[in-house]
């Protein structure tokens, strides 16, 4: 347990202004992620150190395809989340509901990470910004041992909370559900509000962290299309036509267990939409196998990285350029790469 940062006293109870909730906590009480609690008029981390999921990741399966292609991370995660979905897929950590969870130390982690033979810490699985003073403090020790650090997010952080951990921060890919319409977020997620997460983004790009963004299209919800024509028109408008976008494929779970996965041609034609109105670096996700997981010159249009949720297969880039045209590519990251670094 740890004093959290981002809090003021309200009388007898404390306003947590981490997220976008801005939870009003009454004394012996904890917040919407139940991980935060205020005590005598202090709030706590109740999950400060408490590792309960570890593991070793390709950066592919973030998704982040164009910062450090090839690369690993520790992916660590503790129990808790600002949102409830019903579709979660790791609604074990996210809806536990005691504080479980080894006690490890911010410089035990780092170091996990350099045995490990990675390039980076992920914090993921569950939302990081639950456990933001602990993942705080790791960043800062890893940014010093050379490792890189990345933010698996929903997009519900404060603004304030970003411009503190960007400066150890190198990468963030933030999810999106439902094409940002705002009436799913409140009945399958129980958000009252989507506005905080365009602001989440744009704090990220005036930080100067590397964004990537994924939407999740969830059937008889994204069909229309018109939810998602108005997120990719954003996206172009306020992030540029160079950022990231990875459109992916939902498969039945948790409390939405009945519904079937999303089918592919409806995917595809997403992919075209998104390409038409501007983005120039789109992927589908969680359909393994397809051509679209791959990276194609805008320029072009040759293949330049094969890749699978596995990893690399093939890497031509050189020089951060197009082998086949010279068009300078907006891959990050690359001084971790052992890619870049074998050519």
Same mark, same amino acid.
């Given at each position: 347990?740890?004093?959290?940062?981002?809090?003021?006293?309200?009388?007898?109870?404390?306003?947590?202004?981490?997220?976008?909730?801005?939870?009003?906590?009454?004394?012996?009480?904890?917040?919407?992620?139940?991980?935060?609690?205020?005590?005598?008029?202090?709030?706590?981390?109740?999950?400060?150190?408490?590792?309960?999921?570890?593991?070793?990741?390709?950066?592919?399966?973030?998704?982040?395809?164009?910062?450090?292609?090839?690369?690993?991370?520790?992916?660590?995660?503790?129990?808790?989340?600002?949102?409830?979905?019903?579709?979660?897929?790791?609604?074990?950590?996210?809806?536990?509901?005691?504080?479980?969870?080894?006690?490890?130390?911010?410089?035990?982690?780092?170091?996990?990470?350099?045995?490990?033979?990675?390039?980076?810490?992920?914090?993921?699985?569950?939302?990081?910004?639950?456990?933001?003073?602990?993942?705080?403090?790791?960043?800062?020790?890893?940014?010093?041992?050379?490792?890189?650090?990345?933010?698996?997010?929903?997009?519900?952080?404060?603004?304030?909370?970003?411009?503190?951990?960007?400066?150890?921060?190198?990468?963030?890919?933030?999810?999106?559900?439902?094409?940002?319409?705002?009436?799913?977020?409140?009945?399958?997620?129980?958000?009252?509000?989507?506005?905080?997460?365009?602001?989440?983004?744009?704090?990220?790009?005036?930080?100067?962290?590397?964004?990537?963004?994924?939407?999740?299209?969830?059937?008889?919800?994204?069909?229309?299309?018109?939810?998602?024509?108005?997120?990719?028109?954003?996206?172009?408008?306020?992030?540029?036509?160079?950022?990231?976008?990875?459109?992916?494929?939902?498969?039945?779970?948790?409390? @939405?267990?009945?519904?079937?996965?999303?089918?592919?041609?409806?995917?595809?034609?997403?992919?075209? @939409?998104?390409?038409?109105?501007?983005?120039?670096?789109?992927?589908?996700?969680?359909?393994?196998?397809?051509?679209?997981?791959?990276?194609?010159?805008?320029?072009?249009?040759?293949?330049?990285?094969?890749?699978?949720?596995?990893?690399?297969?093939?890497?031509?880039?050189?020089?951060?350029?197009?082998?086949?045209?010279?068009?300078?590519?907006?891959?990050?990251?690359?001084?971790?790469?052992?890619?870049?670094?074998?050519?």
């Amino acid at each position: 347990m740890r004093e959290a940062l981002f809090f003021e006293k309200k009388g007898n109870n404390v306003k947590c202004s981490l997220c976008a909730r801005n939870c009003i906590i009454p004394d012996g009480k904890s917040g919407f992620c139940r991980v935060r609690k205020n005590i005598n008029g202090k709030l706590y981390s109740l999950v400060y150190g408490r590792v309960c999921a570890a593991s070793i990741d390709p950066i592919e399966k973030k998704p982040l395809y164009m910062f450090d292609p090839g690369s690993k991370a520790l992916s660590i995660s503790t129990v808790g989340c600002n949102f409830k979905c019903d579709f979660c897929c790791n609604f074990e950590l996210s809806c536990a509901s005691n504080m479980a969870g080894d006690e490890t130390s911010p410089q035990a982690v780092v170091e996990m990470a350099k045995r490990s033979n990675v390039q980076g810490i992920a914090y993921t699985y569950n939302e990081p910004t639950v456990f933001f003073e602990f993942a705080l403090d790791i960043a800062k020790i890893a940014k010093k041992h050379g490792l890189y650090n990345i933010f698996v997010t929903n997009g519900y952080t404060s603004t304030k909370a970003i411009d503190m951990i960007a400066p150890y921060l190198d990468a963030a890919t933030v999810d999106f559900k439902g094409s940002a319409n705002p009436e799913f977020y409140k009945k399958f997620c129980s958000v009252p509000n989507v506005q905080p997460i365009f602001d989440a983004l744009l704090a990220y790009k005036k930080n100067s962290v590397h964004v990537e963004i994924t939407n999740l299209i969830v059937p008889n919800v994204d069909e229309d299309k018109k939810d998602f024509k108005k997120l990719c028109e954003w996206i172009v408008k306020n992030m540029g036509p160079k950022t990231p976008f990875h459109i992916l494929r939902f498969y039945p779970s948790y409390k @939405m267990s009945d519904r079937k996965e999303t089918d592919v041609k409806i995917l595809e034609e997403c992919y075209k @939409m998104a390409k038409e109105i501007g983005l120039e670096y789109v992927y589908l996700g969680n359909v393994s196998g397809h051509k679209y997981e791959n990276t194609y010159c805008h320029n072009c249009g040759k293949m330049v990285i094969e890749r699978t949720i596995s990893g690399v297969i093939k890497f031509l880039l050189k020089d951060n350029s197009c082998p086949f045209c010279k068009e300078k590519l907006p891959v990050n990251g690359l001084k971790w790469s052992k890619l870049t670094q074998e050519k």
